[in-house]
């Protein structure tokens, strides 16, 4: 069993020395899709690039399988975790089908070089992402969802055996966003470890298995998502009240009001 | 059959590059063939044979095959390096003048004019042009050290070109009589006349290095189209990229302000005439951009030949005059496809 753990770590971001500080193990395991939730700035992003090996913790060390992330190569690190950022900026009107291929360029090989296993992993997340009719299309002629599919398909053209996502159901419709979801779930049970930033609290606690809630900086609870999502957590966190029910074996969160202090 | 599946395969791959490269030859015996004297195609070959008139063998070897292999190198350096530099800071306005190492050796081979340095030795002018590359750098380097990203990069730069341009007015001001003056003025346009052998030998190394240098950033400015974050990501390492092409640039830029003066606009323009030709990725833009550079030059040079002008034009002038028409439309299209990204 593969595990990704952040030990006590805690960095500092930007400019403004804003401390985010995780107490404890905080650990996550193959198989499982796991879901980041809590308010704009709570540290989700952060935390991420930090179990991505972007920023390094100042303090604690994030330890994956067996090994201290920092006793990676490059290399290493790069194919063992891939990583989809928030942003969906595209600096060139390439076309989908290279953009999927840009994962591959973690093992060294340009993209005019690709081999038999680039292929495999490349139609893969082609395959799983349904976009084969995308691919001729230049990103410049798709819509949010479109791109939002093969940004993921591109991650998962890595083939990593830990796929971090940062908000990629941000700005989809309800169908691009389940879809999204059913991706990541799929790839969770195809054993790697999946973990996710999300702010949609019903696809969280309907997707996830497990749940990391975030406030200012800190993790303020972990768990299952009926845990997880208590009222008083939602109204501590996100500073609002909750209607909470079940619905065919699903939980649903429906914010309804701005909680009072 | 195999074989020309395979053959025809290597054609579509590289098909922008191979048609590029293909037009090379009929230009360099071009630009051999025209001149003030005129040497026929024929004549041409049997100088190259080492046969013929003696004059044309003359004039070939001493003075327009030098001034043809630095016009190709100096195209290929500038043509490579707007390609990288556009790659690298996402930005299609980049070009090697951008990071200020163009105008910072040009004021290098400027002091080499205004106190008389490169009346004294030959060499002195593109070693002084190198030499501000260098220094242009420096200050460069310290500032990216305290801000690692390529807006600061471009901030930093533009300060420099500012300042070196602001010092070679001040040459020019300063300038003991106006034909110093013009001397610095004619210099800063470019031009790839009466050169010798000598400066090929002085521009073969900055060209290998550079070149190199530029091939090796390849990946990495694909990667760059997801941003720093996704690049570094997949394994590669931002910092050593950002060293390795203000190396190849200072090298490289430096090396070809140091033989041929300021050549405006070939870095900036042929990346973008040729973009539309590739799938978008920086990596297929490097070669075919540092032949597109060769050609453009050669095609300018040749240019300046055959314009029935009192004075020849210098070099930069008319690379400006036949590029921008292109930069303009492709630019144009080039803007629309950005927008909706």
């Known amino acids: 069993m593969t595990r990704l753990v952040a030990e006590n770590i805690e960095l500092k971001t930007g400019s403004h020395p804003a401390a985010i500080t995780v107490c404890g193990d905080c650990s996550f395991k193959n198989g499982f899709l796991t879901g980041l939730i809590g308010a704009n700035g709570a540290g989700k992003t952060t935390f991420l690039k930090a179990l991505a090996g972007l920023k390094a913790p100042d303090r604690g060390q994030i330890i994956l399988g067996d090994r201290s992330l920092s006793d990676f190569s490059p290399q290493q690190k790069a194919a063992s975790i891939a990583y989809l950022p928030q942003n969906r900026r595209i600096q060139w009107p390439v076309k989908a089908r290279d953009l999927i291929s840009l994962g591959r360029l973690t093992y060294g090989r340009s993209l005019s070089r690709l081999d038999q296993q680039d292929r495999i992993a490349i139609n893969h997340a082609i395959e799983v992402t349904e976009v084969s009719d995308l691919l001729d299309r230049s990103m410049a002629s798709l819509s949010g969802g479109e791109r939002a599919r093969i940004l993921l398909a591109r991650a998962l053209a890595v083939d990593a055996s830990v796929l971090l996502a940062d908000e990629p159901l941000a700005a989809l419709d309800p169908g691009y966003a389940m879809q999204i979801m059913d991706v990541l779930l799929q790839e969770a049970g195809r054993g790697r470890i999946v973990i996710v930033a999300l702010h949609d609290l019903t696809l969280a606690a309907r997707y996830c298995d497990q749940l990391v809630l975030w406030n200012q900086g800190r993790i303020v609870a972990e768990g299952t998502p009926e845990d997880v999502l208590t009222e008083e957590a939602l109204a501590g966190c996100y500073r609002i009240k909750a209607i909470k029910q079940n619905y065919e074996g699903h939980l649903l969160i429906t914010p309804y009001a701005r909680a009072d202090f | ?341």
């Open chain 2, 1 to 341: 059959m195999r074989f020309f599946s395979d053959l025809l395969s290597f054609y579509r791959r590289h098909r922008l590059l191979i048609n590029l490269s293909l037009c090379l030859p009929p230009m360099a015996l071009l630009s051999l063939s025209i001149g003030s004297t005129h040497i026929g195609i024929h004549a041409l070959i049997q100088s190259i044979a080492g046969v013929g008139d003696p004059t044309a063998r003359m004039i070939l070897g001493l003075l327009r095959l030098p001034r043809l292999c630095v016009g190709l190198g100096v195209g290929a350096i500038l043509g490579m390096a707007g390609a990288v530099n556009q790659g690298y800071l996402r930005n299609p306005l980049a070009d090697p003048s951008l990071l200020g190492t163009s105008n910072a050796a040009a004021l290098g081979a400027v002091l080499a004019f205004y106190f008389g340095f490169s009346a004294r030795f030959v060499f002195c002018l593109p070693l002084f042009a190198f030499i501000g590359a260098l220094a242009g750098l420096l200050p460069l380097l310290w500032f990216v050290r305290r801000h690692n990203d390529p807006q600061s990069l471009i901030l930093g730069g533009v300060a420099i070109a500012a300042f070196s341009g602001a010092c070679i007015s001040l040459a020019l001001n300063l300038s003991p009589n106006p034909f110093a003056a013009m001397e610095i003025m004619t210099w800063l346009m470019g031009a790839i006349t009466d050169r010798s052998w000598n400066h090929v030998l002085l521009l073969s190394v900055p060209f290998c290095l550079s070149l190199f240098l530029f091939r090796k950033t390849a990946s990495a400015l694909d990667a760059l189209i997801l941003g720093d974050d996704v690049a570094a990501s997949l394994g590669f390492d931002l910092v050593r990229l950002r060293w390795l092409i203000m190396a190849a640039l200072s090298i490289g830029v430096g090396g070809a302000v140091a033989v041929s003066g300021s050549i405006g606009f070939v870095g900036l323009i042929v990346p973008h005439i040729l973009r539309p030709f590739t799938r978008q990725l920086p990596s297929e833009l490097l070669w075919p951009s540092a032949v597109g550079g060769a050609l453009l030059v050669t095609f300018a040079d040749i240019f300046v030949r055959l314009l029935p002008t009192e004075n020849e034009l210098q070099l930069g002038v008319v690379t400006a005059f036949i590029g921008v028409p292109i930069f303009f439309r492709q630019a144009i299209k080039g803007v629309e496809a950005m927008k909706s990204l």
